[in-house]
Structures are given as structure tokens and as C-alpha cells.
């Protein structure tokens, strides 16, 4: 009966995220803010166990503060145009401070869901609490459907309310803050989850360009496909591995497909040609330089060398003389593996194939 109720739960945590991702009206990012965090909360929970449980209490109660945030920030923009439609936020040029403190409160409630600095605190505990199913899932759904939220916000708000600061600021501050977490874990599940944030970032450089480069859009959907398929890929080695970089010690040698799908997806995290990380954040860059956010993206390929210290961390003991640990895959891991696989390798060798229809 409880497996059923996970299904369930799974059902209306991703309609969530798909509401937030079409949403063109604020009350569909108040629905599915609440739609996916309810769901998700009792995901995390599920085991019953005292870790799962601290995990997400954590997560509710920032889940509760950011939203009260955000839909206190958004009766401002209800008061200043009499409408909940996003298609009205740009009749508020002449009233930027209202724009922007909603905006803010906004960021503040999307910025939780998709583990953006500094309202990432709940991401770790949670997803190293939970089951990895649940941790994979969080670091991917709920996130992009946020991102997406986020997206279809900046579409229609004036230029001139100064947005785009607020936007890059966060996005260096996660990229930079997020690796160097990283680099501190020996938790492969925290430094997953912490990777997942600093990629949080690399979203942002697409969303800075919104409205004023044609690239904007198509780079966050070519990313964001790129990014799922590489985060899952990961999550299902260390499932089928262990938590831990002991865990890893000798994956490699004793099982090289495996070892070398996790180095592929860890490459492609990083931004390595010519894989689907490397499209997307490539797109990403070309589009936050038109739009002459060139620090940004110079702070941002600045932390992609970070990165690849951070995923060398994994690397090396999956090579390493010594134990020998054999993964547990069953058929599911390995359709996971296979799939995620093939996207990586496909969208950074056909680039051009899937970027032509979003251009």
C-alpha cells in the first residue's frame, strides 16, 4: 500500500512541476509551488527513518517561509496591475520598486525549489535523507519545473526594473558557492547535491538573457534535457554503488561500462566536448554575452574548471589500485544507465539536430 502511495505522490509532485513550468499566471506558481512541495516533503520522509525525518521537516519548514514569502511579494504585483496574468506585469514600467520587490519575493520561493544560493540549505540533508530514487527525482523535476517558472516571470517583467542583477548575482553566487561545497564532501550523495545547485547557476545565465537574446530560450531547454540526462545517469551509478567515495574505490577496473558511463556523465557535467553538457552550457555562454553579461559568463567558465576538480574526486578512486567494489545493478539501474547514456552522447553529437527547431 505504501509503494502505491509513492506513485501517487510521484504523480502530483511532477504535475506540479509541469504547472509551474506553463504557468502564466501567479496563482499557478503559488498551485504548484504547493502541488510539488507537499508531494515532495512526505517523498523524503518515506523511509521513517530519523535521517529521512529531520530531512524533511528541514524542507517543509523552509518550504513554508519561502512561500509565504513569495505570495506576500506577489499581492504587490497583483496591486499594481489588478491582475494575476504574468501577459500584465509589463503595464508596471513606470512602478519599478513594486516589480522589483516582487521579483525578489519571487526568487525567493522558486529559488528553494530549484536550490538556488542561499536558499539551498534544505537540498543536502534531503536528498542524502531520503531514498536516491527521491534524491534523483528533487535534483531534477521539481527543479526545472522552478527554473521553467522562473523563466516564464522574467519573460513579461520590464527591462528596466533591473531583474537582471538580482539574476546574475544569484548565479555566480550558486556556481561558485556550490563547487566549492563540493569540493569539501566525502558523501557522494552531498557532493552530488551540491553539484546539482552549482548547476542551478549555470540555468540562470539562460534566464539573464530572456527577452533580449534569441539564444535564451534555446539554450535552457537544450541545457536542461542535457542536464537531466546527465544528473540521473550519475544517480544511478552511485545507486547501484554506494554513498560514499570508498564505495567507488575500484569501479572502474572492475566494471568498466559502468565506470566509464560515470565518467562520461561527470564529463559532461563539467562541460567536455563533445557531450550534451558542453552544448548546453556552450549555448548558454554565447547567450549571456549577447546580452553583454560577459563577466558572468567568464565567472562562469571559470567555475567549470572548478568543477572538474570536484568530479576528479570521483574519478580517481574509481581507478584506483586497491579494493575492488562490484556494483549492484538490477534491470531498472541499467535501463536508467542506458538511456541517460544515450541522450548524453546523442544531444552533444547531433547538436545541431535539436538545436534547429528551438532556435
Not at 540549505?121 to 531534477?140: H, K, N, R, T
Not at 558557492?177 to 548547476?199: E, F, K, M, W
Amino acid at each position: 500500500m505504501r509503494e502505491g502511495t509513492v506513485y501517487s505522490l510521484l504523480c502530483f509532485a511532477t504535475i506540479g512541476a509541469l504547472v509551474l513550468a506553463g504557468a502564466g499566471d501567479t496563482m499557478f506558481l503559488v498551485l504548484g509551488t504547493l502541488l510539488t512541495g507537499l508531494a515532495t516533503f512526505a517523498l523524503v520522509a518515506y523511509p521513517d527513518t530519523d535521517p529521512a525525518t529531520e530531512a524533511a521537516m528541514k524542507f517543509f519548514v523552509f518550504a513554508s517561509v519561502t512561500g509565504a514569502i513569495m505570495i506576500f511579494g506577489l499581492s504587490y504585483w497583483f496591486g499594481a496591475t489588478g491582475s494575476t496574468l504574468l501577459a500584465d506585469l509589463p503595464g508596471m514600467d513606470t512602478m519599478p520598486m513594486s516589480v522589483l520587490l516582487g521579483f525578489v519575493a519571487v526568487v525567493v520561493g522558486l529559488g528553494y525549489k530549484a536550490s538556488l544560493v542561499p536558499f539551498h540549505f534544505w537540498a543536502p540533508d534531503a536528498y542524502e535523507g531520503g531514498p536516491l530514487s527521491i534524491a534523483a527525482y528533487l535534483s531534477v523535476v521539481p527543479k526545472v519545473g522552478a527554473l521553467f517558472a522562473l523563466t516564464q516571470v522574467v519573460r513579461d517583467l520590464p527591462l528596466g526594473s533591473g531583474w537582471a542583477v538580482v539574476i546574475a548575482v544569484l548565479a555566480v553566487l550558486t556556481m561558485t558557492y556550490g563547487y566549492l561545497a563540493a569540493l569539501a564532501q566525502t558523501n557522494v550523495i552531498r557532493l552530488l547535491a551540491y553539484s546539482s545547485i552549482a548547476q542551478s547557476g549555470y540555468f540562470l545565465l539562460g534566464i539573464l538573457a530572456v527577452g533580449a537574446s534569441e539564444l535564451a530560450l534555446p539554450s535552457i531547454i537544450l541545457f536542461a534535457a542535457a542536464y537531466a540526462a546527465m544528473n540521473l545517469g550519475a544517480f544511478a551509478v552511485a545507486a547501484s554503488t554506494g554513498r560514499t567515495l570508498n564505495d567507488f574505490d575500484g569501479l572502474g577496473r572492475a566494471q568498466p561500462l559502468i565506470g566509464l558511463a560515470m565518467v562520461i556523465f561527470l564529463l559532461s557535467l563539467v562541460g567536455i566536448p563533445p557531450l550534451a553538457g558542453f552544448v548546453g552550457k556552450f549555448l548558454l555562454f554565447a547567450a549571456v554575452i549577447d546580452v553583454q553579461y560577459t563577466w558572468v559568463a567568464v565567472v562562469a567558465i571559470i567555475n567549470s574548471v572548478l568543477s572538474l576538480a570536484v568530479y576528479l574526486r570521483l574519478v580517481v578512486p574509481m581507478y584506483r589500485q586497491g579494493n575492488v567494489v562490484v556494483a549492484r545493478t538490477d534491470i531498472w539501474l541499467k535501463a536508467v544507465l542506458i538511456i541517460a547514456l544515450t541522450v548524453t552522447l546523442l544531444l552533444g553529437v547531433f547538436a545541431q539536430v535539436f538545436v534547429g527547431p528551438l532556435a
